[in-house]
């Protein structure tokens, strides 16, 4: 079956510290990729999409996230991270026989310290 | 564009009860899917609608049920609430025309609290 993982369940930053956050899916099919925010008492958000072409993908708030199809990732970054960028990250994926499935990463909580 | 709506915001029910939820998509959406969030289970796909049909459904008992009306609005149902049934409900909209590219945009959710 195909499923998500995220790298930490918790991680913990400085205002200014720089951000990566793991995701890695399992299948082997052409995906889509996305990455999800969740503010405190906030719906859903997305951050940002890969399709298809430059694996290096930009998002809103400056964040980006990279495709490594040979290692079946899709990280998260942001150089600078700001106290209000606390919230919970949520990797999906969607494969070309998911139909409107999207399999979910059981989530990645940040909290930066001002 | 107006966002996802679902309705209601919050619930409390008794086990035994059941229960309706709805969603209304982005305008000229058409296909709507709905999630389960729990604490410990994450983000779990319950099903899609697309053109009031279900197109696609995810790993849940049969208490679960949802239907889409003409205008692409949804309901979700659950019969016989469990304790476990607590969580928040996301509903999801997207065009539901570009197969599995497609993006989803989450409503706000309905907490769902069973005693």
């Known amino acids: 079956a195909q499923s998500v993982s995220q790298h930490n369940h918790h991680v913990i930053l400085s205002e200014a510290a720089s951000l990566e956050l793991g995701c890695n899916y399992s299948y082997g099919g052409t995906v889509n990729l996305f990455w999800y925010v969740q503010y405190p008492g906030q719906h859903l958000q997305l951050l940002l999409k890969?399709?298809?072409?430059?694996?290096l993908v930009k998002g809103i708030k400056g964040f980006e996230a990279e495709f490594i199809k040979s290692k079946f990732s899709f990280n998260l970054r942001k150089p600078s991270v700001q106290w209000s960028d606390t919230a919970e990250y949520f990797c999906?994926?969607?494969?070309?026989?998911?139909?409107?499935?999207?399999?979910f990463g059981p989530g990645t909580r940040l909290s930066v310290l001002p | 564009k107006a966002g996802v709506t679902q309705t209601p915001r919050y619930l409390i029910k008794t086990r035994g009860q059941q229960v309706t939820l709805s969603c209304s998509p982005i305008s000229g959406h058409r296909s709507v899917s709905w999630y389960q969030q729990t604490p410990g289970q994450g983000l779990q796909f319950l099903f899609e609608y697309f053109s009031e049909t279900q197109r696609n459904k995810g790993n849940f008992p049969g208490r679960f049920s949802g239907r889409q009306f003409s205008n692409s609005r949804s309901e979700m149902n659950v019969s016989t609430l469990e304790l476990g049934d607590s969580a928040l409900y996301l509903c999801a909209s997207s065009s539901g025309t570009e197969g599995y590219q497609e993006t989803q945009y989450f409503g706000p959710g309905t907490r769902l609290l069973v005693l």
């Open positions: 999906a994926v969607n494969g070309d026989n998911y139909g409107q499935n999207f399999v």
């Open positions: 890969y399709f298809s072409g430059d694996p």
